[in-house]
Each structure stands twice: as C-alpha cells, then as structure tokens.
C-alpha cells in the first residue's frame, strides 16, 4: 500500500503559475502510473493528467493541453504537476492517485490509491 501526500496549491491571479507535488510513502512510486485529478463545488471529479511508471508516456485533458505538465522523479518517490497559464476555470481541490495498472488511464474508478488534495483557487 502506498500513502499520498499533496502539496503546493495555493491563491493565484490568473495567468500565474502553481507546481503541485505528490509524495509517497510505504512503497515506491515506480510501480505505478500516476495521475492528477480536480473536483470543483458542485462537479465531479476529472481527469487532469496522467503519467507511466517511467515517465514515458503522459495524457492530458483537453483543457488544460499546452498549459500543464506532469512529471516525475521516482528517486524521490514524488510526482508533479506543473500548472502555467491558469485560469479561473481551473479552480479545483487537486489530488494525486496511483494506479497499479500499465497504460495510463483517464477513469476514477481504476486508481487504487488517492491523497487528501490541495485546493488551487485562480482569481480573475
């Protein structure tokens, strides 16, 4: 079993820029794929980006393309998600979660392990 602990959110003006990490604990990160989710008030959770166990392969949802980048140090157990250009739309709690399978995959249900989140609020 691996814990998750998020960290790095924040209040920015939009246009600004946030780096979130993921670290964990209990077990090495490296045996598995990694992704970012949001939830704002009122919706539900979604796909933000995702990346393989060695950082090969990443995915990206559509809104946020170009603007965001996943990566991953698997010497330091830890996972990033660097947020440019931010939006108001992206005000969301974030949180990280592990997934024991290979290909990086975009659904809630099939992530085993999920962190507290940290709240990104964008201001206009």
């Known amino acids: 079993q691996v814990q998750l602990v998020e960290s790095g959110g924040g209040l920015v003006q939009a246009g600004g820029s946030l780096r979130l990490s993921c670290a964990a604990s209990?077990?090495?990160?490296?045996?598995?794929?990694m992704g970012w989710f949001r939830q704002a008030p009122g919706k539900e959770r979604e796909f933000v980006a995702g990346i393989s166990r060695s950082g090969v392969s990443t995915r990206y949802a559509d809104s946020v393309k170009g603007r965001f980048t996943i990566s991953r140090d698997n010497a330091k157990n830890t996972v990033y998600l660097q947020m440019n250009s931010l939006k108001p739309e992206d005000t969301a709690v974030y949180s990280c979660?592990?997934?024991?399978?290979?290909?990086?995959?975009?659904?809630?249900?099939?992530?085993?392990?999920w962190g507290q989140g940290t709240q990104v609020t964008v201001s206009s």
């Open positions: 979660a592990a997934d024991r399978n290979i290909v990086v995959v975009t659904t809630t249900h099939q992530y085993d392990y």
């Open positions: 209990g077990r090495t990160l490296s045996v598995y794929t």
